[in-house]
């Protein structure tokens, strides 16, 4: 699998909420870089769960442009084949501007993947909302009453 074709095939299923067609284009050992987490999500079956809270959170979510080329990853500081995807959205009203940063193994599968948005309001927006869906999906435990 070419990672052109990788990342095109990512666009098409996140553009579609086609979650299902995600599985193959991620390694096992996937990490995903969020705006709002210091460390990594990490492994398919997390970093699904987190894409499958995404694509319910976003409104009016479109791709706006790509971009290829090759940059160190965060694990090992190798070089790797990159696709930067630039995309705009809404969440809980607020209107968000981003990239997606999708770094690719030499199979052409995505071994990382970092988001970063903008302005901070949409940061913030986006991290609550994402929260909130991963404690309802039950991925993450949620606040002790106290």
Known sequence: METVETAERFRTAVEKGELTALSDLFTEDIRLYSPVKFTPFEGRPMVLG????LLRVFEDFRYVGNLEGAAETSVDGEEAPSTILLFRATVNGKQIHGIDLLQFDGTGRIKEFTVMVRPQ?????????VLDGLVADGLVPGAVDG
Do not use: I, T
């Not at 949409?122 to 609550?128: C, D, P, S, T």
């Open 50 to 53: 987190l894409f499958g809270v």
């Open 121 to 129: 309001s949409a940061v913030h927006a986006l991290g609550q909302a």
